[in-house]
């Protein structure tokens, strides 16, 4: 299971930006699909998930300005930004829940990341 995330970039406060991940390889399902973003020194945090339902979960912080969304078809998560502040600036990773096989143990899986940077 392979996760490309894209949609990353230098953006202005108060600016948006829409991230893609997209999973490939082989795998059964998918379950829940979210992201996480990560600054230099800090522990990463979860910006929002989303199960194969289409309920969403959103940190706090991040809820009302950041909607979360997902393409089965495509197999894809997408996250759209807007109201973007400077501490918004992170590397954004994707991460989902995935089977590789249909009796497999549910494990998670992340992609690379796309940095985000938000100049005031």
């Known amino acids: 299971v392979q996760l490309q995330a894209s949609g990353g970039g230098l953006v202005q406060a108060g600016g948006s930006l829409r991230l893609s991940c997209a999973v490939s390889?082989?795998?059964?399902?998918?379950?829940?699909m979210a992201w996480y973003r990560q600054t230099p020194g800090k522990q990463r945090e979860m910006v929002a998930n989303?199960?194969?339902?289409?309920?969403?979960v959103y940190a706090d912080s991040m809820e009302g300005r950041f909607t979360i969304s997902r393409d089965n078809a495509k197999n894809t998560v997408y996250l759209q930004t807007s109201s973007l502040r400077p501490e918004d600036t992170a590397v954004y990773y994707c991460?989902?829940?995935?089977?590789?096989?249909?009796?497999?143990?549910?494990?998670?899986?992340w992609g690379q990341g796309t940095l985000v940077t938000v100049s005031s």
């Open positions: 390889g082989t795998f059964f399902s998918i379950s829940v």
């Open positions: 989303i199960a194969t339902d289409g309920s969403t």
């Open positions: 991460n989902v829940l995935a089977r590789n096989k249909a009796y497999a143990v549910p494990r998670d899986y």
